[in-house]
């Protein structure tokens, strides 16, 4: 069984989609190097390198991206997880203290990786996830299960906090990875959801709808967005609209790059 890299595909991702054919483990791969795959398995390897090949994301091929230390289900029509939405949890886990049991807003849940895993770090939280996209919501659904915390995450269809709202929930963090790219950097991510990702001709179109509800609202609670570190300055003026004396903390990402703000909206 070689593992060598391929025109379009890396070493590594090769032998993710080998442990997928084989239903084998890492370093199950790596101890067994001269392991010969069967022709069926040949020919499934076959077809999955020729869609890595074509551009389709690796988690699409195996079902599965891990993010937070957690295994989460994804597939065509939701974003796969990005390591740097890990951020985003760390701050939502610093704002709610260990043992609250209020309720948490995910805003745009896509596969449920966000609340999932702050769920599975707040056992006496309850989260509330909004998506309008009923795939989305399926593949939240079944993450929540995969994970046993089904039961105290409501999953609710809808556009960002009309759920929300609709039904006076009062949350007390909010938490939103919302799309924040523009059409033309869309092109480098085209295999997942265009919804997802594309933010409108500047990328800030999901953000103002979400702090203009806010405003409406007047609901004051932290709330904690991912945002593109290209877009420092526009986020801080969408949220200066809603909320001109808010107080606004940036946290950076591993490579030094802004990447979450905190929002804690004042009068």
Known sequence: MSAQGANGIDRRELQLLIVHVLHRDYA?????????????????????????????????LTGEKESYGHTFSVGNGVLVPRPESEHLVDEVLRIVPDGSNGTIVDVGTGSGCLAVSVALARPHSHICATDRSPV?????RRNARRHGVSRRITFLNGDLLAPILQRRITPSCIMANLPYATPREYRAVRSEPRAAIVGGRDGM????????????SGTKVPVVIEIDPRRLITTNKVIRSAFPHAVITMHKDLAGFPRVLSVIPTR
């Open 205 to 216: 179109t999901a953000y103002r709808r979400l702090f203009a509800q806010l405003k409406r």
């Open 136 to 140: 989305a919501l399926t593949y939240a």
């Open 28 to 60: 199950w791969i790596i101890a067994h190097p001269d392991h010969q795959l069967t022709a069926s398995q040949k020919r499934r390897l076959c077809v999955l390198v020729k869609r890595r090949i074509e551009g389709e994301p690796i988690a699409y």
